[in-house]
Every structure is written in C-alpha cells, then in structure tokens.
C-alpha cells in the first residue's frame, strides 16, 4: 500500500517549500516574531492560515477540542493551553489574540450529548465550556450555534484573568478577538462588544473586539448641566 503521508513530506520538500524557503531561513536567523495568538477548535475543517491569509511566522498557534481556555488558578502544572498563552503574551509579546470556534463543533455538541465512552479527560475538558450551555434538553442547530458563540466569549472573559493578558489589554498592548467560522458559508461573524453580537465579517468595522474594551476617554458621559 503506497505510504500517502510520506509522499506529501516529499512533495512539501520539493515542490512546496522552495518557495519559502528564504522566509524559513529568516525566521531561523532572527527568531519568531508573530503578531498573533491563535486558539482554535482542533476540528480539521478549521485551517487558520488558509482563514487569514497568513504566512510562516505570523500566527503563534494554540489547538485544542472547542477552543477552550483554562482558568487561571496561579498553580505550576501540566497546562498545555495556559503555558502557551504565557509563552505569546511574556517571551513573544503579541498584539492580538483570537479566539476562534466553528459551526458544526463537536465538542459543542458533547457539552449536550456526552463525550465517548472512556474519554475521561475529554469528559472533565468539556467542563470549561459548560457555562455556555443553554437551558434545552435536545438542542436545535440554532441553539449549537449559539452555543458556539456563547462559548467563545467565555474564553474571552476566562483570558482577562490571566494576570499578563490584563496587564497588557489594559496598558493597550494586546487586543483580544472572538470569532465563530461558518464553515460551510465560509464566512467569519466576530463579536462586537458595542453591539452584544457577532456580525458577518463583511459587515463588520473591525475584526472582533475582546469582552473588556481598552477605556476611551472620549466616550465618558458629559457631566449633568
């Protein structure tokens, strides 16, 4: 039987990387320097650099089942998640991280329906989502979606206790962004704090803002007359 995996690894070598090959060199010589932190559904349907248009280098990744975000508990574990989101935001000092889930998620579905038989520590992982569930016993493909998206901003809100990631959303240095990807429309609705909702990218004026809004002066009430 033809090895299918060890075809693409050659492909990759000699058809595909030659073309990057100057930028692969760069980012050896300099270091990494990415501007974003990426936490993404590891659902295979969910390519981030095919979404954003991103080239080596600009996308600090983190994949995970739903997108999930641990609390901060300021203990020392085994956190896979958490010790990334330490990484990008103190040794790679990025400006932006997003938050990205999908429609049609699974593990969204296994917050209503239960994770696999044996799949203990996906059971006890789907609890950072349960907050999003809604009050339904079978839930339609409106209220997944809206699961979907409830969730996302809970892993915006969960990131804010992170003590580095408030530092810097608050001091202006870091921007947080939730998205929700319409797979089969290909389109991007991001959440809009002004407006409560998540809006279709084409409608959108920005990419997404965080739960917890940089303070504008401008936008104090006048004092009373």
Known sequence: MPDDLLTRLRRF???????????????????QHPTTLFIGCSDSRLVPYLLTGAEPGE??????????VPPWDGSAGFHGTAAAIEYAVLALQVQRIVVCGHSHCGGIRALYAGAP?????????LDLGREATLPVA????????????????????????????????????????GWHVVIE????????????C?????????????????????DRPPPAA
């Open 59 to 68: 996308l600090f990744l983190v994949r995970n089942v739903g997108a999930f």
């Open 198 to 218: 998540f809006v279709a990218a084409a409608h959108a004026p920005h990419a997404g803002t965080g739960p917890y809004a940089p303070y504008v002066e401008a």
């Open 138 to 177: 079978e839930p339609t493909p409106e209220a997944l979606r809206r699961t979907e998206q409830r969730a996302v901003v809970l892993q915006l809100e969960r990131l804010m206790a992170y003590p580095m990631v408030r530092e810097a959303v608050e001091a202006g240095r870091l921007t947080l962004h």
């Open 13 to 31: 070598h000699d058809d595909a990387f030659p073309a990057y090959a100057d930028t692969f060199r760069t980012l050896v010589d300099e270091g």
């Open 117 to 125: 038989g044996g799949a203990l520590n996906l059971s006890r992982w």
């Open 185 to 196: 429309d290909g389109e991007v609705h991001v959440f809009d704090l002004a407006q409560g």
